[in-house]
């Protein structure tokens, strides 16, 4: 896996992610990426009640996790830096 990714590429994720293009990644955006992920590897076997639960726990902690100054939206700045990190981390364990 490469953790060199241009800042090209990581506007695009954001913009997939980020589906009403506002600039901001809301709670909701995160809730509805982890539901299509779910839905994917899952695709018979969950409702919409069961996942509901889970997915709600770690939209708010993934949006926790990447929203530096607490607005309860993470901007682009908040997510390349948080991008920026985690491929620091990952840099630092392969050495
Ligand atoms: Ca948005
Ligand atoms: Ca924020």
Request: proline share 0%; aromatic share 8%.
């Amino acid at each position: 896996m490469s953790i060199a990714r241009s800042e090209q590429e990581l506007k695009e994720n954001f913009a997939k992610i980020d589906v009403n293009g506002d600039g901001k990644i809301t709670v909701d955006e995160f809730r509805a990426l982890l539901v299509s992920g779910i839905r994917e590897d899952y695709s018979e076997a969950v409702s919409d009640v069961s996942i509901s639960d889970i997915v709600d726990k770690y939209a708010k902690q993934q949006l926790a996790s990447m929203d530096a100054d607490g607005n309860n939206e993470v901007s682009f700045k908040e997510y390349k830096s948080a991008y920026d990190k985690a491929a620091a981390e990952a840099a630092d364990e392969d050495e």
